[in-house]
């Protein structure tokens, strides 16, 4: 694989362009190594393609994600807000729990009327509407009606809509 330097120098690419040529040459690099080896060096195929994944991040940012969910899931929510925040993704997330029977000091037990119900689902959406992907919290399979509506939302734009849980057909 050629260095950067001569990928700067003959091409005269700036630093942006010089990880994306990077990032694809490690893919190539990584594919190459799986079809010469099947079944073998599978680990450093993977270590290649994570390697480029890493500068595609650098290069595009990080993805967003928004979290979607019954507001009853409060654990949940900062299970996964905290995992992918580790993985690096920004983590858009509801702000008050409602519904939550926990004590955590996010509106636990307190009440909202229907025009704050309205303004939270819309801002909601407006959060949907800014992230790459969804991700539903919907532990033991639940999937309450807002929720439902946000998944709906997500898919009429194009988002791609990931689970914590598998869907049930019911």
Do not use: W
């Amino acid at each position: 694989m050629a260095n950067t330097t001569t990928i700067e120098t003959t091409l005269k690419l700036d630093p942006t362009q010089v990880k994306l040529v990077q990032a694809a040459m490690l893919l190539e690099t990584a594919e190459e190594i799986q079809a010469m080896h099947p079944g073998e060096f599978k680990a450093s195929a993977a270590h290649l393609a994570a390697k480029a994944e890493r500068l595609l991040d650098v290069v595009n940012g990080p993805k967003i994600v928004c979290l979607c969910g019954s507001s009853k899931f409060f654990f949940e929510f900062q299970k996964v807000n905290y995992e992918l925040t580790m993985l690096g993704e920004i983590v858009l997330s509801i702000g008050f729990y409602p519904h939550s029977t926990s004590q955590a000091g996010h509106g636990e037990g307190i009440g909202h009327d229907s025009l704050q119900k309205i303004a939270l689902d819309e801002l909601h959406k407006r959060k949907i509407d800014l992230a790459d992907y969804v991700y539903v919290i919907n532990k033991g399979g639940y999937i309450g009606e807002s929720t439902r509506g946000e998944i709906k939302y997500a898919e009429n734009l194009g988002k791609a809509v990931i689970y914590m849980e598998e869907v049930r057909t019911q």
